[in-house]
Each structure stands twice: as C-alpha cells, then as structure tokens.
C-alpha cells in the first residue's frame, strides 16, 4: 500500500502537494514547478517522498539533519496528507507507520512534526501513534511551533 517514490513520480508529488496547499489556502507554486523541484531532489537524495493508494492518493514527506544531541540523525515529517475522498480508511496511518520506519531505517532516532490546532483528526492521529504534544501536560511547558518567511 505504501512505497517510496523515485524521481519517475515527480509528478505524482507535485500534484498532492499542491492539492495540500491548496485545500489548506497555503501559497504554491503550482505542479509544473514542483514536479521539477521534486524530481532534482528524490534524483539527488534530498528529500524522502512515501507516497499510497491507487492515485496515488496519499503522500508522506520527510527531510532528515544531523543532530548535535545524538549521534543519530532527526526526522521532520514535514507534509502527510491523503486526497478527501480517500480519508478515514486508514491510508494516514499507514502512511505515518511507513514514516517512523523510514525514519528508523534510515539511523534517526526521533521525528517530529507539526500540525495546525484546528486539524483534530491530524491530532488524533499523531497522538494515537504516541506523538506528545505538551499542551496540557504538568512536566513541561506548551509546545509551540514558529515560521516565517526570508
């Protein structure tokens, strides 16, 4: 259900980051662009795409660094997003499992991510997969994510 995809599905990646985007009013710049970024960088090993279903209909995307509090590397799960109509079959799920096992597989020893406070199915997802978010909790403050643009 669940495999990696090469630079031959450039275009495939481009289309479901772009649907993401768009579904969530986020800026893109358009499939063309982004079938050719995503075609460099899985050529280059820069980035690390899983992509589901038929579709496909569902993408995992993953960036791994060095860190300097372990010898292992980290993993950010920067994009997991599965078309409408296929939601609630369990394709997120399986794409967040085949994330953590890329992950592992590839020496890191932590993943994180980031989700919008709104996104309540995304929540349950990641905290049923045992994913803290420290809202709420007495040892330690609230989590907190920042961006902006250069």
Do not use: C
């Not at 690390?48 to 038929?54: D, F, I, N, P």
């Not at 803290?132 to 609230?142: H, L, S, V």
Request: net charge negative.
């Amino acid at each position: 259900m669940v495999r990696r995809a090469t630079p031959e599905d450039a275009a495939d990646v481009a289309r479901l980051l772009h649907d993401l985007n768009t579904e969530f009013g986020e800026p893109t710049p358009g499939v063309a662009i982004l079938a050719e970024r995503a075609e460099r960088m899985l050529a280059a090993g820069e980035l690390t795409v899983l992509l589901a279903g038929e579709g496909p209909d569902g993408i995992a995307q993953l960036r791994f660094s060095p860190s300097i509090w372990s010898d292992a590397h980290g993993a950010y799960l920067e994009e997991l997003y599965v078309a409408p109509p296929k939601r609630r079959r369990g394709m997120g799920r399986a794409l967040l499992n085949a994330a953590m096992d890329t992950a592992r597989e590839a020496g890191a020893d932590h993943i994180d991510l980031n989700t919008a406070e709104t996104d309540t199915a995304a929540r349950a997802l990641y905290a049923s997969a045992g994913f803290t978010n420290r809202e709420g909790r007495p040892d330690g403050p609230r989590m907190l994510y920042y961006e902006r643009e250069l």
